[in-house]
């Protein structure tokens, strides 16, 4: 199960575009047929012929003429300084370092769901690869308590991805989806057909070397499985070895109070290469930082988020998959990163 398609069909699920100073969006894979394109938070579903034009076999979707549909200018994504209201001021729409010096399009509310489109269409299903598949004999302990169906703790720490951010549901908007903490948790509920035990600790805005002062929290009940997703705060002012010290160091406080435990250790989507604190580099050093710890322990396993959105960068814009326009995944990219761990956690046949 994934929450991006169905395998089986070929049909691709609310897949996220964003016209973003262009009458044209590209969609990951060659579409057969646009099923439907739809703006969530207005509830307005665009139309064949009047609002865009595609053809068959092709990723592209084009901006018919006089479509309801209406580009983002690139004035409102890359705003002059005296327009911006910039971060932390609570009504902030921009935030300066871009590597080019221009002020980039930020929002912690809506502004990107709002002007971000999802569409429905059928693909060849032999391009919907399985993109994280599940290590044979990789937390077996938890595989093996959802499978008998008994209860999973499951407990997650980590920054403001995992908090919830850019999510519909945390920022109250219409389609309300929930982050992909919950969405794992729901998965696992209806795949195993058992109670899942979620709770979620994860604190915007910190990073790893934060995890010891919420200890004693997420660890009281002790989890079955512990979730560790920290990393894009990581990236400027922390050296890649330095992060997997200390990602090692929360996982052996935590085998010593909560024996048995295992851990899911989350790779990190990638932010916006124009934003000079998370320019590329740092991403793919710390996502071989965390393979190298997962590889080296036998109660640990690599949630690989990167990978797979990168893929998805090579094939379409930043602005199609961001919540906030710098370091935040919208509903689509919430759903790529509960899609990689329900992987690694679904029983093989």
């Not at 391009?127 to 008998?148: E, N």
């Not at 048995?260 to 934003?275: A, D, K, Q, T, Y």
Request: charge should be neutral; aromatic fraction near 10%.
């Amino acid at each position: 199960m994934n929450y991006l398609w169905d395998q089986a069909s070929g049909v691709v699920k609310d897949e996220s575009i964003m016209f973003a100073g262009t009458n044209h969006a590209e969609l990951a894979y060659p579409a057969v047929k646009i099923i439907s394109l739809t703006n969530t938070v207005s509830g307005i579903t665009y139309l064949p012929g009047k609002d865009f034009l595609h053809i068959k076999g092709n990723c592209s979707i084009e901006l018919a003429p006089g479509s309801r549909i209406v580009p983002v200018p690139m004035e409102e994504l890359y705003p002059p300084t005296e327009k911006c209201i910039f971060y932390p001021n609570k009504n902030a729409n921009a935030l300066p370092s871009g590597i080019d010096q221009r002020n980039l399009r930020f929002s912690s509310k809506d502004f990107f769901l709002a002007n971000q489109f999802e569409v429905d269409y059928q693909t060849d299903s032999e391009l919907l690869i399985d993109f994280a598949p599940r290590q044979k004999g990789t937390l077996r302990r938890s595989i093996d308590k959802l499978r008998k169906k008994e209860s999973l703790r499951l407990t997650f720490i980590g920054d403001s991805i995992t908090e919830g951010w850019n999510a519909s549901k945390f920022v109250k908007v219409h389609p309300f989806r929930p982050c992909y903490a919950e969405q794992l948790a729901i998965g696992l509920e209806k795949n195993y057909q058992t109670k899942v035990i979620y709770r979620n600790y994860a604190i915007g805005g910190t990073g790893c070397r934060q995890a010891v002062e919420i200890e004693e929290k997420y660890l009281a009940e002790p989890p079955d499985l512990l979730v560790i997703a920290y990393g894009m705060n990581d990236f400027n002012g922390m050296t890649a070895d330095h992060f997997g010290e200390v990602i090692s160091s929360i996982m052996a406080r935590a085998r010593k109070r909560c024996p048995g435990i295992e851990f899911l250790l989350v790779s990190s989507m990638p932010g916006n290469r124009e934003w000079a604190p998370t320019r590329p580099g740092p991403d793919a050093r710390f996502h071989a930082e965390l393979k190298a710890v997962a590889e080296t322990v036998s109660d640990a396993a690599l949630a690989d988020v990167r990978t797979p959105w990168i893929d998805l960068l090579n094939r379409k814009k930043f602005f199609d998959m961001t919540g906030n326009g710098v370091n935040h995944p919208n509903d689509y990219g919430h759903r790529l990163y509960a899609s990689v761990l329900l992987s690694l956690l679904t029983e093989e046949e």
